[in-house]
């Protein structure tokens, strides 16, 4: 039997039609490519994580249900009593919990362009997965597309990314609240990017019977723990909780997490950082002849490039020193368009001042 034979013999069409999740090379270049805080901690915060870490019995299995970071999580989330919270190793964990458990001919149904693991994941278990074009020049939801195709196709899950991922801006709340009510099947606000956005569906957990919150540590700024959570009514959760594997919540991520988590006013100044740079660099991006940048309620910024430029351009930035990521290749709304994350203040001059030589025509 030929390898490609054995190959198909065995796996599902879907993933050998399916290319892996890239990660581009950073080594010795300026990261703002994947939403990072860009900031570490002092000295002494870290001396004092440390030691939190050195009575952690390794040789344990971690804590399944991880019930003192989880109740940490509710505490700071505001997540009122009557909602139960289910922890994932990232919320791309949490995600795929979700879509397993999902009968094999459920349809899955997100704005497009929107954040890539929904298709993806939802492509690779076998499901039928539905991007709806957003508003062209607003990203907005269209509200009439949607609706419509929440008629059609009956989606069991709806993801919202609130802010969305990769045009950083906020839905409409109004539009929201309409797929919410229309939905018969679960809706998904991914607030991924809660921590730069003045805007949350937590208060209206209660509201819906089909609502849940999903929430990640990673862009805050501990995107190396891997831990995400999805907040909604217990008998929902109850069913993710079946799926979960029983310790995907490490005991140093629980450990350190609810560590990190303990110094709130940390992350807090870091994220007021973060928000300052974003109107700074949005600003100098917008003064920049042929360059077009979108409001960002997220860590990020989507800009537009003259026509046909951005891959040239992306290189050039890329040759100067600086990695950010490059949306052009797939095309629609997204044509011609470069994703930057903030940074520090001095990496986000270093990212302009690239960018500007980049644009001279050479
Ligand atoms: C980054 C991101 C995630 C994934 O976060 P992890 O917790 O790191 O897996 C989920 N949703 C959106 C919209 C994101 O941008």
């Keep these: 039997?030929?390898?490609?034979?054995?190959?198909?013999?065995?796996?599902?069409?879907?993933?050998?039609?399916?290319?892996?999740?890239?990660?581009?090379?950073?080594?010795?270049?300026?990261?703002?490519?994947?939403?990072?805080?860009?900031?570490?901690?002092?000295e002494g915060i870290k001396r004092d994580w440390l030691e939190t870490l050195k009575d952690c019995p390794l040789n344990r299995y971690p804590d399944p249900e991880a019930k003192q970071l989880t109740a940490?999580?509710?505490?700071?989330?505001?997540?009122?009593?009557?909602?139960?919270?289910?922890?994932?190793?990232?919320?791309?964990?949490?995600?795929?919990?979700?879509?397993?458990?999902?009968?094999?001919?459920?349809s899955v149904l997100a704005p497009d362009p929107g954040f890539v693991m929904y298709k993806q994941l939802s492509l690779c278990l076998g499901l039928t997965y539905h991007g709806i074009p957003l508003l062209?020049?607003?990203?907005?939801?269209?509200?009439?597309?949607?609706?419509?195709?929440?008629?059609?196709?009956?989606?069991?899950?709806?993801?919202?990314?609130?802010?969305?991922?990769?045009?950083?801006?906020?839905?409409?709340?109004?539009?929201?609240?309409e797929i919410i009510k229309a939905a018969k099947g679960l809706v998904i606000i991914d607030e991924a990017y809660a921590p730069f956005a003045d805007a949350s569906f937590i208060d209206s957990l209660g509201q819906y019977d089909n609502l849940l919150v999903m929430r990640t540590v990673s862009k805050l700024g501990l995107a190396g723990l891997r831990l995400g959570y999805i907040a909604g009514k217990p008998d929902i959760i109850e069913q993710l909780h079946k799926i979960r594997l029983p310790y995907n919540i490490n005991s140093l991520t629980q450990i350190s997490a609810d560590f990190a988590l303990s110094n709130k006013a940390l992350f807090d100044q870091q994220t007021q950082n973060i928000c300052a740079e974003r109107s700074i660099v949005f600003n100098r991006l917008n003064a920049l002849n042929g360059i077009t940048a979108y409001p960002s309620s997220a860590n990020f910024i989507l800009f537009k490039t003259p026509e046909n430029r951005a891959?040239?351009?992306?290189a050039s930035i890329k040759q100067q020193g600086v990695l950010i990521k490059n949306l052009s290749a797939q095309g629609g709304l997204l044509a011609d368009c470069l994703r930057v994350t903030v940074g520090k203040p001095e990496e986000n001059a270093a990212f302009l001042a690239a960018l500007t030589r980049s644009l001279v025509t050479p």
């Design 311 to 314: 891959n040239e351009i992306f």
């Design 1 to 42: 039997m030929s390898e490609n034979n054995l190959l198909s013999s065995i796996f599902r069409k879907e993933v050998l039609a399916m290319s892996a999740y890239k990660v581009a090379d950073a080594t010795g270049l300026i990261k703002l490519d994947a939403m990072e805080n860009p900031y570490s901690w002092p």
């Design 72 to 106: 940490t999580i509710k505490r700071l989330n505001q997540i009122p009593e009557q909602f139960d919270v289910l922890l994932g190793n990232g919320s791309d964990e949490i995600i795929q919990i979700l879509l397993m458990a999902l009968p094999a001919n459920a």
């Design 136 to 177: 062209a020049g607003s990203f907005d939801l269209d509200l009439p597309a949607m609706l419509e195709a929440i008629e059609q196709h009956q989606p069991s899950v709806i993801f919202l990314a609130y802010p969305n991922n990769p045009t950083g801006n906020l839905f409409s709340e109004a539009s929201i609240r």
